[in-house]
């Protein structure tokens, strides 16, 4: 006996973003790489300098809402884009947010600790709670979450870029636009790249194109984990959101495919391929990547050009995701 599938539009959900955001030609960067290359310009969702985490806020912040939460907490490196993001939702809808930031060795630290992202953390309100390099995060929040409680403060818990299976509900929606963008352009999309690191975008996009009976393979450019690891967190958080929205989970069998070659020393920490990656798309596209996701999932995208492992001729599709505040923190490299 099948699933009952579940009415998606029936999902509580604020409307925050500015959608659809542009999918859009990038016709120096397809010469240079030989294929034809677009990007899906997530990093004009609008809000606080836009980015991904906000197609996921857009249903989180309606289950805190419906939950009648009046605080947010979630957890992220100092640099996060998701914790920026969380802190402009939060000032918008009059919610306190708390936001539990911890430091990641091996990144470059004279503009780290209060520029980019830090810096509009703090313009939107947010209260910081900077933990140290190897300090817990989630036992600090679970800490943090009693003190809360006890204090007659009503918290509601956002995990690490919003990835669960609320948050990828976001990037069903995303990939419904991209399935209507290449239609109505005429387009045939032979592959999505996109960074993946905490695996919702990954997750969520991929439910939305089974949903749709889309075969488009989608390549997720490791940031932070191996490929096995990557593919395992992906791949179960695919498997409950198909569940969630009334879809075998087994339809994700085979949907999930990664690379760990581009994350370099470890998380955050740069490679030449990404200061490259991210000064070419500048200098040809008038892009700007950012050096934890966007940069090293271009690079990825540009060594597999290179290798001929994309083919010559094929139509790549960039999920680009945001983040380029953080360039500010990291302008010693560039």
Request: charged content about 20%; hydrophobic content about 35%.
């Amino acid at each position: 006996m099948g699933r009952k599938k579940t009415n998606f539009d029936a999902i509580p959900r604020v409307n925050i973003a500015h959608l659809p955001t542009p999918l859009e030609y990038a016709p120096r960067l397809s010469e240079e790489l030989g294929c034809h290359l677009y990007f899906k310009r997530d990093d004009c969702t609008g809000l606080a300098g836009g980015g991904n985490k906000v197609r996921k806020l857009e249903y989180l912040l309606a289950d805190a809402k419906n939950q009648g939460a009046d605080t947010l907490v979630t957890i992220g490196g100092l640099q996060s884009n998701h914790a920026r993001q969380t802190a402009a939702v939060a000032a918008k809808y009059g919610l306190s947010c708390e936001l539990i930031l911890d430091d990641i060795e091996g990144t470059p630290k004279s503009d780290y600790y209060h520029n980019g992202n830090v810096l509009l953390d703090n313009l939107f309100g947010a209260n910081i709670h900077r933990l140290d390099i190897g300090q817990d995060c989630d036992a600090y929040a679970e800490t943090l979450i009693k003190k809360l409680t006890s204090d007659e403060r009503k918290p509601y818990l956002i995990p690490i870029g919003g990835s669960n299976v609320m948050g990828g509900y976001g990037y069903i929606r995303c990939a419904n636009e991209i399935i209507q963008q290449i239609e109505t352009q005429k387009l045939k999309i032979d592959q999505i790249v996109l960074a993946t690191g905490s695996a919702g975008t990954q997750a969520g996009l991929l439910a939305g194109l089974i949903a749709a009976g889309s075969n488009i393979p989608v390549l997720g450019i490791c940031v932070s984990k191996t490929t096995e690891d990557q593919k395992d967190l992906v791949g179960s958080l695919l498997r409950d959101i198909l569940k969630n929205i009334g879809l075998e989970p087994e339809l994700a069998k085979g949907k999930v495919n990664c690379n760990d070659n581009y994350v370099g020393e470890s998380y955050g920490v740069i490679t030449d391929a990404m200061i490259s990656a991210v000064k070419d798309t500048a200098q040809l596209e008038g892009i700007l990547l950012d050096p934890v996701y966007t940069g090293k999932a271009m690079a990825g995208l540009m060594d597999l050009c290179n290798q001929g492992i994309i083919k010559a001729g094929s139509n790549q599709l960039f999920l680009h995701t945001g983040g380029s505040p953080a360039l500010f923190s990291y302008c010693e490299i560039f």
